[in-house]
């Protein structure tokens, strides 16, 4: 299979994980800048939901280049990385360790100019979170780790909070209730940042030189609110008032034990966050 461009001096990105959650905000990010863009998404069956078509017929739409594969084809990623320059990848939290072959495929490939992991969350190697949330970051800190002792050009995107997601999440907004869950005092400050500018800022950081083999923590001064601001901003935006309803750190320590896999990590991001 070939790859071609009409797009001059740009980089051409091949993006793991594209029509995921915020994978799509990365190809559509990509496309946006016109960067010559590529998926590798798996084969497309007759059991696949519609919304998932919708979005393959979407970045079609944006000149965008679907390449149909699996993991495990290594010979078919490395014919496709020959024609690429950057790779980013923003596979689910699942599967995290199979990163390892695509990194694999780029030492195969030989001409990658940048790496982004599967990161753009909290930065791992400066946090000691709770036990469960400890083991899933040990599998991101080993592939950072196999990226630092080989010689691929690497970025590590450290993106704090996805705003749409935690904005979700503390404040109900598509399912209005009259109380909020407040973790701990309310008052520790969180960097939101929206997933869409995330992306943006991923795009140009996957193309700037002074970014190689670094890493990168998005944290724009107006993005750091704490949870008591944020709900007083939604009490003035919706007119309404809210019973905050406090959970104390000791609760979400408890939680984090008791509680079956994910939502024990669910509630450890949260104590690590708040």
């Known amino acids: 299979m070939e790859i071609t461009s009409s797009s001059c001096n740009k980089s051409k990105i091949l993006v793991f994980g594209g029509t995921g959650y915020f994978g799509k905000h990365v190809v559509r990010a990509s496309a946006s800048f016109s960067h010559p863009t590529f998926v590798f998404v798996r084969p497309a069956t007759p059991q696949m939901p519609p919304s998932s078509l919708q979005l393959r017929g979407e970045f079609r739409s944006l000149g965008v280049t679907l390449v149909q594969g699996e993991l495990e084809e290594h010979e078919k ?104 869950v407040v973790y701990g005092t309310g008052e520790a400050k969180a960097v939101l940042n929206w997933e869409q500018d995330v992306a943006k800022y991923t795009i140009k950081v996957a193309n700037d030189p002074r970014t190689r083999n670094r890493v990168v923590i998005y944290r724009p001064p107006g993005n750091i609110i704490s949870q008591n601001e944020l709900i007083s901003s939604w009490e003035k935006k919706t007119g309404r008032r809210f019973e905050k309803v406090c959970m104390q750190e000791d609760e979400l320590i408890k939680l984090s034990q008791s509680l079956p896999s994910p939502d024990n990590i669910a509630v450890s991001i949260l104590h690590s966050v708040f």
């Not at 014919?79 to 690429?84: A, E, Y």
């Not at 753009?120 to 991101?140: S, V």
């Not at 691929?152 to 209005?176: E, G, M, Q, R, W």
């Open 77 to 180: 990623m490395v014919s496709v990385l020959k024609q690429v320059d950057i790779v980013i990848s923003v596979l689910p939290v699942s599967a995290i360790p199979d990163q390892i072959k695509i990194i694999d495929a780029i030492i195969a490939a030989g001409n990658i100019e940048r790496f982004l992991p599967s990161e753009f969350g909290c930065e791992e190697d400066r946090i000691t979170p709770l036990p469960p949330f400890e083991a899933f970051l040990e599998k991101k800190k080993k592939i950072r780790r196999l990226l630092e002792a080989s010689t691929i050009p690497y970025t590590f995107v450290s993106a704090n909070c996805y705003a749409a997601y935690f904005i979700s999440l503390l404040l109900h907004p598509h399912d209005p209730r009259p109380d909020l």
